[in-house]
């Protein structure tokens, strides 16, 4: 019955890409919560906001793409039954197990998708946004030095402010630099001023023509004026360094290779989604039928802690594996495994005539 597929398909798509739009809009909104509170703390300059917003929605796709496949299916399967449109099809020979078709129409792109975004895109979004926050902490204009507003260096570096500056982000003009060392403040001006950064990652605030006012940052007395041709200022390292062992930023056909338990650890942290998907994927049909007079939304809910459950156990499991509480070999396949016995074995099962109990004639 290929109109049959067809109407089916575009129903269930419909309604995962509906619940996927609200998930997107409300992870949007954590996420920028997120990428503000590090431009607050100085972790990631102000001028890559958008950028680092797009690439740590891109992060959180594995886990958000699964949730939304789980619940549309189960809000288009449910309202077959809401509607009395599946009484009618099992009426003419369609039960349940019939709409494997439909299901599977768009539940193997969907865990195609979850895999690319968990094994490739996800680790990227990592690595890029790594090296462009490490890139901007080296430039003037990334790090949102603008004339006129007071900016907090990202790493730590103090307070600056520039009354002008060139073009192209090399060279600023009438600038005021503010930094403390435990009880100590140092207030440095000068006429002009440009960042240079040294081979070995070292970055310098060089500041000709200026002023410098050291003293306590409290109480004392104890100040020294220095006026000065030539000034650098040596910013301090980021805390935001891109450690290229990291397995969270290393390429997945690298973790392959990589016998330590952390990169053992999120190798099967980026497995585990779509297998995950492909096991809530099945569940959605026998958990969206609903006897009449049943609550609507009784199962809905089953359905979504069961996989806030499995999330959070995921989580769990990488951080055992990294840690060596569970065995490397075991993996996250006391996990998986389970999910996807329970969802073959539900679905399979779901529709099947039962036997009505025999009894004995009297």
């Known amino acids: 019955m290929p109109k049959l597929d067809s109407y089916l398909f575009r129903e269930f798509a419909q309604s995962t890409f509906a619940v ?13 919560a997120d990428v503000l509170g590090n431009i607050a703390r100085g972790r990631v300059p102000a001028g890559m906001m958008l950028s680092q917003l797009g690439l740590e929605v891109l992060n959180y796709l594995p886990l958000i793409l699964p949730l939304g496949l789980l619940l549309g299916l189960l ?8 509607d009395s449109e599946a009484p009618v099809l099992t009426a003419i020979g369609v039960g349940p197990r019939r709409l494997l078709r439909p299901v599977l129409m768009l539940l193997v792109p969907m865990v195609v998708v979850i895999a690319v975004c ?3 895109l996800g680790p990227w979004a990592r690595d890029y946004s790594a ?8 430039s003037l204009l990334i790090a949102g030095l603008e004339a006129g507003r007071f900016v907090e260096v990202p790493g730590g570096g103090g307070v600056v402010y520039v009354g002008g500056m060139s073009g192209d982000g090399t060279h600023m003009a009438r600038v005021f630099v503010y930094r403390q060392e435990g009880e100590r403040m140092d207030v440095t001006t000068s006429a002009t001023g440009h960042l240079r950064v040294e081979p070995d990652g070292d970055r310098f605030l060089v500041l000709e023509d200026g002023f410098r006012v050291e003293g306590p940052h409290a109480e004392g007395l104890d100040f020294r004026l220095m006026r000065f041709a030539s000034n650098e200022l040596q ?3 980021a805390d935001h360094s891109r450690d290229e062992t990291d397995p969270e930023v290393m390429p997945t056909i690298a973790l392959l290779d990589d016998v330590r338990p952390e990169a053992r650890a999120e190798l099967h942290f980026r497995l585990a989604p779509p297998l995950l998907a492909l096991g809530f994927g099945l569940l959605a049909v026998p958990l969206a039928r609903s006897p009449p007079r049943q609550s609507r939304y009784g199962r809905t809910m089953i359905a979504f802690l069961g996989y806030f459950v499995s999330v959070n156990l995921m989580m769990l499991g990488q951080d055992w594996l990294a840690e060596g509480t569970i065995p490397v070999g075991l993996g996250l396949w006391w996990l998986v495994l389970p999910v996807l016995l329970l969802g073959v074995w539900l679905y399979f099962t779901d529709g099947r005539l039962r036997r009505a109990p025999w009894r004995r004639r009297a």
């Open 235 to 237: 910013l301090p390292e």
């Open 131 to 138: 090296r462009m926050v490490e890139a901007g902490s080296r």
């Open 118 to 120: 968990s094994v490739w």
């Open 20 to 32: 996927l739009v609200v998930l997107m809009v409300v992870s949007l909104g954590g996420v920028f």
């Open 75 to 82: 809000m288009a399967v449910g309202r077959l039954y809401r």
